[in-house]
C-alpha cells in the first residue's frame, strides 16, 4: 500500500451557528420595529385610547405668613402610652 499525504484537520474559528442566531434575532427585532411602528401591533403608548385624562384641581391657598398658628394648623399627634 502506498504512502499518503498528511491529513490536514481544520480547528480554527468558530462555526456558522452564532451567525445563524444573530441574523434571526435581528430580523426578528426589524420585524417587531416595523409592526409596532405601523400601527399593526398596539402597546398602549400610542394615539391615545380614549381615556380622559384631563383633571380639575382646586385651588390652593398659601398660608400667609403673618397669620399666628393655632391648633387647628397643628397636626394632631398620638398620647403618649407607658408600658405596662
Not at 491529513?7 to 442566531?21: K, L, M, P
Not at 394648623?73 to 408600658?83: E, F
Request: hydrophobic content about 45%; charged content about 10%; cysteine-free.
Amino acid at each position: 500500500m502506498a504512502d499518503r499525504g498528511p491529513t490536514v484537520i481544520n480547528t480554527g474559528g468558530s462555526g456558522n451557528g452564532g451567525w445563524a442566531v444573530a441574523i434571526i434575532v435581528i430580523a426578528v427585532v426589524v420585524i417587531g420595529g416595523l409592526l409596532m411602528f405601523t400601527g399593526v401591533i398596539d402597546i398602549g403608548g400610542g394615539k391615545g385610547g380614549g381615556a380622559d385624562v384631563n383633571v380639575n384641581v382646586p385651588a390652593v391657598e398659601t398660608p400667609s405668613a403673618d397669620k399666628p398658628a393655632t391648633s387647628a394648623d397643628k397636626p394632631a399627634t398620638a398620647p403618649a402610652t407607658t408600658p405596662q
